[in-house]
């Protein structure tokens, strides 16, 4: 999956509000995996199943059985139009489904009982056959009835032979979720309502998202991952509308004046949770390819102002690029892609028919920003390499989900940059993953990549498994491993290992297995188990520390927490150069203190570590060192490579962060930025001071570092022509952080372009807006800031009449940057009602409003309290966004109360962990930094 754009969203807002920015690339990264994390809490799920749910002694279903092929029908009953005619009664919505399924498998052990998962759905009429005699086997009872069980137990008069093959068929119905998981209900509005309370614009489709463990809500079903069959689907459906299912259509016909059924040719092999079908009114667009038949889906108004075109326009590309790059073909002759007005994840890779949230595949031009089509490329690239990374090749347990997002990860960077080749993002998104990973990773609450198997067992587990750790670090670790074995032959391995475990089921040892034989073959002398086992059955990082006075160099777990104790240790492969030698790899060993070579300074020259920062590691030097790198950035930056500029500021904020280095450091290392024009080292920068800005921008400390930042963004920011929009790409990523640093630190040149642009929007006659899209974000944003009433009503009201999502995304975070509390106040409100802000968007606006500093408190207490509501779908989210800002005991005695009465979490858990390391930091480093601000800025 994709995961939550609604964080992504969140975070781009606040980091708009602050001093940050919020930018592209990077805020791509976070999407994907924020999607799909909180797409994956987002049900309303009235109860966990609990632990003592079933016979079976745990929550995994029993290895006695072994799913084959299912034959499925399904039939919801809903409407997609209800037309209000004069004197004919219209019918009411109804969100009932019925259906019937028919489950062939084959007996491992005898056993007289038969566990599925089912939840939620009536079920009746079990009759179970003996396929190889034909004989009936008698039922004795069907025991579904423990509340939120997520086991339905068949049990029967005599046992079933081990040898056997049988099969279970069963009636079941349901209810269509209005809370967008299982089977949902999702609507939008075609045409103009032609008067107020209008309803016969309304449409309503259903659509399917399973992932992890919902399929056991839409039929009973072996729902594990390594239970993998074929599926014959059938839906019945009412006449005017098209069902689309995994497979290709084999058959459709009409049965009565109401209703018509299609049915499918058999699924590939594969696993439930990417069982998908949806039902609607939808039309679409083809891409070009020449064996498989690519349709990309969306609302008929969409489709006709060609806003699907571009997604059409690069999905055959990415397929045949991954054809290619994997050397096997697609398993289906179609792929089907629908744009959905509701879904939480951003989007799922169900096989053969993947759904995304309108707003990331739709794309209007003119009105579209770059960063957006970025946006859409970078998703469509994640989902399309899942139809090899997860759906031809599937994990034997979600403990190993990594090898599912941390491939489409990894993928989607080198996806991306073929088919934009001159976006050049692959650097952005490679540093983008790697910083998201860090994050997580630095505290001591982080989890292993593959956690042992038992550790992962209720659907509340595997859903915390879908985290910036298994897309990010997953994606960062391969690409370290790429890099040393070489890429050609890590390409090599990926490509026996997806051939040979094709339609089956792996672990990260199969992986291992299969990249050694790939090195082995290649007479490289790595072993890849013993060293990629350290970064994937441990926690955490390490920071590799070097002093270039003797050549020393030693590992240290890296936690942000130093008073955390660890003696973990890794294989690290270090790229490493002077300014005068060029790059060489060599391998550090867990535990050791060595001296090298390559690390001693023998004249004075620089020593720089992890060269293009392709190891998931950070680098500390001793003070001489950091001492000559950072002159050598403020003299003739490009000596070092840009993405290392960008890291050498990283890892000094960080490192002072976790109190291995002054923090002076790391405010010295933003010096050279004054003169820095590319965007890696800004965004670096940026970010980094976020953390600055959301410790102190309630304190005196803020204005003298909003000084410090005009006064470095100043030649940046001057350097460009604000009125036009650059060409390429990353000139655009450039002019969106300049704008972004300079009006939030109150560049008045900067303000006064903002205010200007939005007041020409206000008060011109046309519904024309001459914001250029990359611009409006931040443009919204700073004139609702500085404006008032009449400002934040004009974008509310552009915000209620568009109809394109990227544009309403944009105001709905801008809406936020209001410095008025009522109006924030009442913003908070309008979250409560859907019909305002759409359930899926609740998450990210509140969490835009977090990170406004005027609006904190007010988010605070306002989840607090509506939490009963709200943590539902949303806990996790909204806690990492409110509390981002705690670092007083007040703040955390408060927090610690609302866990113990309210939320105990993980989410909770972290931002406990993190609250104490925010009151530690700000006590031992606001003198300092306040008096390194007043020096900077005195000079
Ligand atoms: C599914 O359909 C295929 C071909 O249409 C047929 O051969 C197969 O027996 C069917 N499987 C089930 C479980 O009905
Ligand atoms: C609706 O029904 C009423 C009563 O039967 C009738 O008088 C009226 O003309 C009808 N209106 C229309 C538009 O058919
Ligand atoms: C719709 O529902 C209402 C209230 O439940 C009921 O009174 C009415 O008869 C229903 N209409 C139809 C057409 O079923
Ligand atoms: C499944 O349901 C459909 C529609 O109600 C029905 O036509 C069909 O006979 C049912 N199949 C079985 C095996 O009961
Ligand atoms: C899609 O591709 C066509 C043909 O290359 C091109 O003319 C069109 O501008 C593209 N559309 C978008 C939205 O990129
Ligand atoms: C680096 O090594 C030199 C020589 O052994 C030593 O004097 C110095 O203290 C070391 N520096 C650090 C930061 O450990
Ligand atoms: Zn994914």
Not at 34 to 60: H, K, L, V
Request: with cysteine; net charge negative.
């Amino acid at each position: 999956m994709s995961k939550n754009s609604s964080v992504s969203k969140a975070f781009a807002a606040a980091f708009v509000v602050l001093t940050v920015s919020a930018i592209t690339g990077l805020v791509i990264m976070i999407i994907v995996y924020n999607t799909e994390i909180s797409s994956m809490n987002p049900t309303p799920r009235p109860t966990f199943p609990s632990t003592t749910a079933g016979p079976p002694p745990d929550m995994r279903l029993p290895k006695n059985l072994r799913p084959q092929s299912y034959k499925v029908l399904l039939w919801p009953r809903f409407y997609t139009k209800i037309i209000e005619e004069v004197n004919v009664t219209s019918p009411n919505q109804t969100l009932l489904f019925t259906g019937n399924s028919t489950v062939n498998f084959h007996c491992v052990q005898s056993t007289s009982s038969i566990y599925l998962n089912s939840m939620w759905l009536i079920v009746a009429n079990p009759v179970v056959m003996n396929k190889d005699t034909n004989e009936k086997i008698g039922v004795s009872a069907v025991n579904d009835q423990q509340d939120n069980s997520i086991f339905l137990e068949v049990q029967l008069n005599s046992a079933l032979e081990a040898g056997g093959n049988y099969s279970l068929s069963l009636d079941f119905s349901g209810e269509i979720s209005e809370f967008l998981y299982a089977i949902y209900v999702s609507t939008y509005v075609e045409g103009v309502p032609a008067h107020e309370g209008d309803t016969n614009t309304e449409r309503f489709l259903v659509a399917t998202n399973l992932e992890p463990t919902d399929a056991s809500r839409l039929f009973p079903c072996f729902d594990e991952p390594d239970m993998k069959a074929t599926f014959n689907v059938t839906i019945i459906h009412r006449r005017d509308t098209k069902a689309l299912g995994n497979a290709e259509q084999s058959d459709s016909n009409i049965i009565d004046k109401e209703w018509k059924y299609t049915s499918f040719h058999p699924t590939p092999i594969m696993s439930t949770y990417l069982f998908a079908f949806t039902v609607s009114e939808f039309n679409s667009i083809s891409s070009q390819h020449d064996r498989v038949n690519i349709q990309t889906y969306a609302r008929p108004e969409a489709i006709a102002a060609g806003h699907a075109q571009y997604a059409a326009n690069i999905t055959g590309e990415i397929l045949k690029f991954y054809e290619s790059h994997f050397e096997i073909i697609y398993a289906q002759t179609k792929l089907d892609q629908i744009a959905l007005p509701d879904l939480e994840p951003t989007a799922m890779e169900n096989w053969g028919l993947i759904t995304y949230q309108e707003g990331v595949l739709l794309y209007e031009k003119g009105v579209s920003s770059l960063l957006h089509k970025e946006f859409i490329a970078m998703i469509i690239a994640h989902e399309l390499a899942h139809q090899w990374f997860g759906n031809l090749v599937t994990m034997k347990w979600w403990n190993d989900i990594w090898l599912n997002e941390g491939f489409a990860n990894y993928m989607s960077f080198f996806a991306v940059d073929h088919v934009e080749p001159t976006f050049k993002l692959k650097d952005m998104h490679m540093m983008n993953n790697l910083h998201n990973a860090f994050e997580q990773d630095s505290l001591a609450s982080s989890h292993p990549l593959s956690p042992p198997q038992g550790d992962i067992q209720t659907t509340s587990d595997i859903i915390q498994m879908f985290d910036s750790i298994s897309y990010c670090k997953g994606a960062a670790v391969l690409r370290m491993l790429a890099d040393y074995v070489d890429k050609r032959v890590f390409d090599n391995g990926i490509k026996m290992y997806l051939s040979d475990l094709r339609y089956k089921n792996s672990d990260q040892n199969d992986l291992w297995e299969y990249i050694q034989k790939a090195v082995d073959e290649d007479a490289g002398h790595t072993e890849v188990a013993e060293m990629m086992n350290t970064w994937t059955k441990q926690i955490g990082y390490p920071v590799v520390t070097i002093n270039t006075t003797n050549g020393e160099v030693y590992q240290k777990h890296f936690l942000f927490n130093d008073s955390s104790e660890s003696s973990l240790s890794w294989f690290v492969p270090v790229r490493v150069m002077s300014n005068i030698s060029a790059p060489t790899v060599l391998l550090l060993k867990p535990g050791k203190i060595e001296n090298k070579d390559e690390f001693l300074s023998t004249n004075g020259e620089w020593i720089l570590a992890n060269v293009n920062c392709s190891g998931y590691y950070r680098v500390n030097y001793n003070p001489e060192n950091w001492e000559r790198l950072l002159t050598q950035m403020e003299k003739n930056p490009h000596r070092i490579p840009v993405m290392n500029r960008g890291q050498l500021v990283d890892d000094a904020f960080n490192l002072a962060r976790a109190k291995i280095v002054e923090v002076t450091l790391a405010l010295n290392s933003t010096r050279f930025l004054r003169n820095e024009r590319e965007f890696l080292p800004w965004e670096s920068a940026v970010r980094n001071l976020e953390y600055f800005v959301l410790m102190f921008d309630r304190s005196e400390v803020y204005g003298p570092m909003q000084v410090y930042l005009r006064k470095q963004v100043e030649g940046l920011y001057n350097s460009q022509n604000q009125s036009e929009v650059p060409t390429d790409h990353s000139s655009q990523h450039t002019q969106i952080i300049a704008i972004q640093v300079a009006c939030s630190n109150r560049l008045p040149e900067c303000l006064e372009m903002a205010t200007e642009m939005f007041a020409n929007w206000m008060n011109s006659n046309t519904t024309e807006n001459n914001i250029h899209p990359n611009l409006r974000s931040v443009i919204y944003c700073q004139a609702v800031a500085v404006g008032g009433k009449e400002e934040w009503e004009f974008a509310w009201n552009k915000f209620q009449s568009s109809s394109d999502t990227s544009e309403k995304d944009q105001l709905r975070e801008a809406l936020a940057c209001t410095k008025k509390i009522w109006l924030l106040s009442r913003y908070l409100e309008y979250t409560l009602n859907p019909e305002m802000i759409r359930l899926m968007d609740v998450a990210s606006t509140i969490n835009h409003i977090a990170n406004n500093v005027a609006g904190q408190a007010l988010v605070w207490n306002f989840i607090r309290a509506h939490w009963e509501y709200l943590h539902m779908w949303h806990g996790p989210e909204l806690i990492r966004g409110v509390t981002r800002r705690f670092c007083t005991q007040f703040e955390l005695d408060e927090l610690v109360k609302f866990s113990i009465e309210y939320y105990q979490s993980t989410a909770t858990r972290r931002a406990i962990e993190q609250t104490r390391v925010n009151i530690q930091w700000v006590s031992q480093n606001k003198d300092i930094i306040l008096q390194w601000f007043e020096r900077e800025t005195a000079l």
